[in-house]
Each structure stands twice: as C-alpha cells, then as structure tokens.
C-alpha cells in the first residue's frame, strides 16, 4: 500500500478552504466537541466538499461503559 504523499496527484492540505474533499480516518481525540466539528464542517457542506470515510464504525468503547462518537456518525451526520 503506498502511503497517501506517494500518490501523485494528491495533497494534503491543513486549511479547509484549500481542499477539494475530505477524507475521514479518525477524530482527533474522544472529546473533540460540535462547536469545534460543526462549524468546519458546515463550511465545507456548503462547498459541496465530498466525504470519504475509511472507519464506519458509529460509536467507539471507552473505560467505564462509556460511548464516544466515531467517524461513522460524523459522515452520517455530513450526508444527511
């Protein structure tokens, strides 16, 4: 498997506004809130920015029964 900076034609970009699509492997910790996902997201939605996600997993186990989002839920929520 080559790794995504062999690949020609493929950038990696850290500004949003430079991207032409999104490519969700993971959050980058369990607590990583709406008021930081929402409003980055909805600016890409509103660029019609297409969504791959590679985990579809929806919710992910943590210590003591609890639950946290996964980037399954994330897409989910981005389609919708």
């Given amino acids: 498997m080559k790794w995504a900076a062999e690949l020609p ?44 996600c590679s985990n579809p997993d929806k919710a992910s186990p943590r210590q003591g029964d609890r639950l946290v989002r996964s980037p399954g839920k994330l897409a989910e929520d981005y389609a919708e």
């Fill in 9 to 52: 034609g493929l950038t990696f970009v850290t500004d949003i506004t430079e991207a032409d699509g999104i490519l969700l492997m993971g959050l980058p910790d369990d607590d990583v809130g709406d008021s930081t996902l929402v409003p980055l997201l909805a600016g890409a939605r509103a660029r019609n920015l297409p969504m791959f």
